[in-house]
């Protein structure tokens, strides 16, 4: 009854072969791709922007305007990110203009 299938395998027990070593090829590739990328998005990511802004009001007018450093911090992972204040250290000497 099942003649057919066996002769079959024995016909073509080299492309069967290479189907299972191709499959297996590409199930190891598609691991290796996920992995790579749960890794990525475990990882924490932030930007960071400095910049000195300048205050400007009516009621500054004829005074010095006072200069404030801004830093703006932005999560871009999916993990959150705690900064404590202690990272924060500056020394800055703004030059007038």
Request: net charge positive; hydrophobic share 50%; aromatic share 8%.
């Amino acid at each position: 009854m099942l003649n057919w299938l066996e002769q079959l395998s024995e016909t073509y027990q080299h492309v069967i072969a290479a189907l299972g070593a191709i499959s297996t090829f590409a199930a190891v590739v598609v691991s290796l791709v996920l992995a790579s990328i749960a890794q990525r998005s475990s990882r924490t990511r932030i930007k960071a922007r400095a910049m000195v802004s300048v205050m400007l009001h009516s009621t500054l007018e004829g005074k010095p305007k006072p200069r404030y450093v801004t830093v703006t911090i932005t999560n871009v992972a999916l993990m959150s990110v705690m900064i404590p204040f202690s990272f924060f250290h500056s020394r800055i000497q703004v030059a007038s203009a």
